[in-house]
Every structure is written in structure tokens, then in C-alpha cells.
């Protein structure tokens, strides 16, 4: 089947990194995503990585992909209270019409 | 604003009603998506309309759930004969097709008591 895999939750100190492991299935996906949901709101895009890319840097944001492995990875800098909420990676396979298949979410929680 | 637009964002109805779920999106915007996000849960994928083609269906949990789209633009999701385990956030994305990257709106809120 395809399944995404995420780790459910991860717990940081404020001011430390954070960094948030995905393992997708399909080494055809053109496109992997990382979503941001806080609490009682929508999916918000953080960031994206087109799979001809090793890595990918935004400000506090850093994106490794390593195809070989089908591991995503997303390191957030710096972390800070607004930075808690759910994380979702997400595969676009091309077999799939563009729809995504979106992983279980990591929880992250930051402690002041 | 410029982004995805879901009507209303929040709705309490009662099991057995009917209710219609909007959304708006992106300008330009050919590919629309809806996904259900049920609480605790992963995002579990309902329907794909791409431009003209016949949407794929495949994800809507029964036939108690149709969307449609008129226009190429507006999608409306309509659950019959609500049941409680429909409560969920139904999520609603598009993008400039398929391939592309997706943007999601806030979420229809939807609560069956």
C-alpha cells in the first residue's frame, strides 16, 4: 500500500533544533511537501522540495531529501513556541493524479 | 484574500440533515481537491477535479457524499443524511493542476450531534 511514516510526537527545548523524519513510497514523486497545522486551524504550506534536489534552505527551514532511502527530513532552527503544531509530510506520486498522500503528522511540542 | 476560501467554517447539524460544504479557489486555479481530516487522524483523500475531465471519485467514503463543480471554479461537498462518524474537517486544496503545488484552505469544521 502507500503509506507515509512519520514519527507521532517530538518534544524540544526553546532555542534547540528540531528535526522532523519522513519516509515515503514512491522514488517517482515529483514534489514532497512539508504542511504546518496549529491547532484548530488549517494546513498551512511550509515548504516543498522538487525531488531532483538534495536539500533546500528557507530562513529557519531546512529540507534534506535523500531519494535513494526515500527519507525526508525537515530541521527547524532556533525553535520557538509558535513553531508548536502538527507537521505532515506529504508525496505527490505522478501515478497518483497529483493528489497527495499526507503522513500520520508529528506533533512537535516546544518547551520555554 | 488570494488564497483558498471554505464556507462555512464551521457547522453544527443534526444526524439525518443534509449539509453543503463551499469552497473557493485560487485564481487560476484548475486542480481542486477535498480531503477529510478526522480528529486525531491522518488526512484521508475524497475527490479530484481536474479542468473537464471526469473527477476521481475514488476517495469519497460512500454514496452519501458527492461534490460537484461548476464553472471550472466553485466545488460544493454535499454529505446526505449525516452521521456522527462524519464529523471531521473537510479540507479543501487546489493548484494550477496536476503536478503542481497544492495550497489548502482553512477547513470546513463540521460537527453531527
Known amino acids: 500500500g502507500e503509506d507515509v511514516e512519520q514519527s507521532l510526537f517530538l518534544s524540544v527545548r526553546e532555542g534547540d533544533s528540531s528535526v522532523i523524519n519522513c519516509t515515503y513510497t514512491d522514488s517517482s514523486s515529483t514534489y514532497l511537501y512539508w504542511y504546518k497545522q496549529e491547532p484548530g486551524a488549517g494546513l498551512q504550506l511550509l515548504t516543498y522540495i522538487f525531488s531532483n534536489m538534495d536539500m533546500k534552505q528557507d530562513q529557519r527551514l531546512t529540507v534534506l531529501l535523500n531519494k535513494k532511502d526515500k527519507h525526508l527530513s525537515l530541521r527547524i532552527a532556533d525553535t520557538q513556541t509558535g513553531d508548536s503544531a502538527i507537521y505532515f509530510c506529504?508525496?505527490?506520486?505522478?501515478?497518483?493524479?497529483?493528489?497527495?498522500?499526507f503522513g500520520q503528522g508529528t506533533t512537535l511540542q516546544v518547551k520555554p | 484574500g488570494a488564497g483558498v476560501s471554505q464556507s462555512p467554517s464551521n457547522k453544527v447539524t443534526e444526524k439525518g440533515k443534509d449539509v453543503e460544504l463551499r469552497c473557493d479557489p485560487i485564481s487560476g486555479h484548475t486542480a481542486l481537491y477535498w480531503y477529510r481530516q478526522s480528529l486525531g487522524q491522518g488526512l484521508e483523500f475524497l475527490i479530484y477535479?481536474?479542468?473537464?475531465?471526469?473527477?476521481?471519485k475514488s476517495g469519497l467514503p460512500s454514496d452519501r457524499f458527492s461534490a460537484e463543480r461548476t464553472g471550472g471554479s466553485v466545488s460544493t461537498l454535499t454529505i446526505q443524511r449525516t452521521q456522527q462518524e462524519d464529523s471531521a474537517v473537510y479540507l479543501c486544496?487546489?493548484?494550477?493542476?496536476?503536478?503542481?503545488?497544492?495550497?489548502f484552505g482553512e477547513g470546513s469544521w463540521l460537527t453531527v450531534v
Open positions: 506529504a508525496e505527490s506520486p505522478p501515478s497518483n493524479t497529483g493528489k497527495l498522500i
Open positions: 486544496a487546489s493548484s494550477k493542476g496536476s503536478g503542481n503545488t497544492i495550497y
Open positions: 477535479f481536474q479542468g473537464n475531465s471526469a473527477p476521481d
